[in-house]
């Protein structure tokens, strides 16, 4: 997947040249790709001539010429469906405004219920607050909004709110990009490992073997960095890959099926069977997998929808990623390496400060919550 920029402006007007030239910088200092202008105040026709100065070969007006939209010839743009222009200017928390009269929160809770039946999520933005204003009233009414789909297929949106030059409204970039980053790999218990008939005996087994040590909570740490070793041993060559194992059972059951179909052969038909229930168990681990990931706790246990659990995590992984951070001097860090030298110094400076210390340790007053004969074990 390739990284492109995405600019949306709803700067009432277009036939100025401050707008035009207010466009033209965004879109060579920011490489964007696809414009979408909102109001543009003037004639259809007169589009052709805009996206030439701006330096775009195709476009396209909506309906009741409420929309430009400028892309160039190495990009292809369908329009899927076009009908009048229907625009909500509503914020969706009482955060996103300030000055002015009471919200109305009646419309605000009519957006956030439309956004939800329509599966839409906000995105979220970068720097200021506020994407337009008058003179009493500052509001967050620009915004961009995603599915299901969308997600699925771009790894990373990030919106940022330019300043308001030349209209009332800010300028919305919108950043598609590629996570590139990649972290050590950690152990991480898997939920459905659980479910596995070996799993019980192998953590017993691990668990009873002897640990030298005289001190309860060393024995307890060695033997849960043996159980780790021991389970991520056992995940590689034992349980394997769960998306594998699927794909490799219904080809099973597919072929077991049609020799049961040619049959009709009572062993053939228990060999069937019995690769279907395996096929089953691995589509609950696929589950229990992507459940986990999302961090779901609420969905109820037998109601399988490994595409909603896997949307989940994209649209986790996307609030998680950290693509700004500002310096004690209020400037911006973009770059993804200065990023991480930037987490790793200060982090390294937070972990090198002075802390207290204890010369002679006494936890007496910390509750024991494991029996000392299962630490000595």
Same mark, same amino acid.
């Given at each position: !997947?390739?990284?492109?920029?995405?600019?949306?402006? @709803?700067?009432?007007?277009?036939?100025?040249?401050?707008? !035009?030239?207010?466009?033209? +910088?965004?879109?060579?200092?920011?490489?964007?790709?696809?414009?979408?202008?909102?109001?543009?105040?003037?004639? %259809?026709?007169?589009?052709?001539? *805009?996206?030439?100065?701006?330096?775009?070969?195709?476009?396209?007006?909506?309906?009741?010429?409420?929309?430009?939209?400028?892309? @160039?010839?190495?990009?292809? /743009?369908?329009?899927?469906?076009?009908?009048?222009?229907?625009?909500?200017?509503?914020?969706?928390?009482?955060?996103?405004?300030?000055?002015?009269?009471?919200?109305?929160?009646?419309? !605000?809770?009519?957006?956030?219920?439309?956004?939800?039946?329509?599966?839409?999520?906000?995105?979220?933005?970068?720097?200021?607050?506020?994407?337009?204003?008058?003179?009493? &009233?500052?509001?967050?009414?620009?915004?961009?909004?995603?599915? @299901?789909?969308?997600?699925?297929?771009?790894?990373?949106? %990030?919106?940022?709110?330019?300043?308001?030059? /030349?209209?009332?409204?800010?300028?919305?970039?919108? +950043?598609?990009?590629?996570?590139?980053? $990649?972290?050590?790999?950690?152990?991480?218990?898997?939920?459905?490992? %659980? @479910?596995?008939?070996?799993? !019980?005996?192998?953590?017993?087994?691990?668990?009873?073997?002897?640990?030298?040590?005289? /001190?309860?909570?060393?024995? &307890?740490?060695?033997?849960?960095?043996?159980?780790?070793?021991?389970?991520?041993?056992?995940?590689?060559?034992?349980?394997?890959?769960?998306?594998?194992?699927?794909?490799?059972?219904?080809?099973?059951?597919?072929?077991?099926?049609?020799?049961?179909?040619?049959?009709?052969?009572?062993?053939?038909?228990?060999?069937?069977?019995? %690769?279907?229930?395996?096929?089953?168990?691995?589509?609950?681990?696929? +589950? $229990?997998?992507?459940?986990?990931?999302? *961090?779901?706790?609420?969905?109820?246990?037998?109601?399988?929808? $490994?595409?909603?659990?896997?949307? *989940?995590?994209?649209?986790?992984?996307?609030?998680?990623?950290?693509?700004?951070?500002?310096?004690?001097?209020? $400037?911006?860090?973009?770059?993804?390496?200065?990023?991480?030298?930037?987490?790793?110094?200060?982090?390294?400076?937070?972990?090198?400060? +002075?802390? /207290?210390?204890?010369?002679?340790?006494?936890?007496?007053?910390?509750?024991?919550?494991?029996?000392?004969?299962?630490?000595?074990?």
């Amino acid at each position: !997947m390739m990284s492109f920029n995405i600019s949306f402006w @709803n700067a009432r007007g277009i036939g100025n040249n401050a707008t !035009m030239g207010r466009l033209k +910088e965004i879109i060579d200092s920011h490489k964007i790709k696809f414009l979408v202008f909102a109001e543009p105040k003037v004639r %259809a026709l007169r589009i052709q001539n *805009a996206g030439r100065r701006l330096g775009f070969d195709s476009c396209s007006a909506s309906y009741a010429n409420s929309f430009w939209i400028f892309w @160039n010839h190495d990009w292809t /743009c369908d329009i899927l469906l076009e009908n009048k222009q229907v625009v909500f200017l509503k914020i969706i928390h009482n955060k996103e405004r300030i000055g002015g009269n009471s919200p109305n929160f009646y419309a !605000m809770n009519e957006f956030n219920n439309a956004m939800l039946e329509a599966g839409l999520n906000d995105v979220g933005y970068h720097g200021k607050p506020y994407t337009w204003s008058n003179s009493s &009233l500052s509001e967050r009414i620009d915004r961009v909004l995603i599915n @299901n789909i969308w997600v699925s297929k771009f790894d990373i949106t %990030a919106v940022s709110h330019l300043d308001r030059i /030349c209209s009332d409204h800010a300028l919305l970039l919108i +950043e598609i990009k590629q996570n590139n980053l $990649t972290a050590k790999r950690r152990f991480r218990f898997r939920n459905m490992w %659980a @479910n596995h008939r070996d799993f !019980m005996q192998l953590v017993q087994d691990s668990w009873n073997e002897p640990v030298t040590s005289s /001190c309860p909570l060393l024995i &307890l740490h060695l033997k849960l960095i043996r159980l780790r070793k021991n389970l991520s041993t056992w995940n590689r060559n034992h349980f394997g890959n769960v998306f594998d194992n699927i794909k490799k059972l219904k080809e099973t059951v597919k072929q077991l099926e049609d020799k049961f179909d040619n049959t009709h052969d009572g062993e053939d038909k228990i060999a069937w069977n019995v %690769a279907k229930a395996e096929l089953q168990f691995w589509y609950n681990c696929e +589950e $229990t997998f992507w459940k986990q990931k999302a *961090a779901i706790r609420w969905w109820k246990e037998g109601d399988s929808n $490994t595409k909603f659990f896997y949307n *989940a995590v994209k649209k986790k992984r996307q609030k998680l990623h950290i693509d700004h951070l500002v310096r004690d001097d209020n $400037t911006w860090i973009e770059d993804p390496d200065n990023l991480e030298k930037s987490g790793i110094e200060f982090f390294g400076k937070l972990l090198s400060s +002075e802390s /207290c210390s204890f010369d002679e340790a006494d936890f007496h007053f910390i509750p024991s919550i494991v029996l000392e004969d299962v630490t000595s074990r």
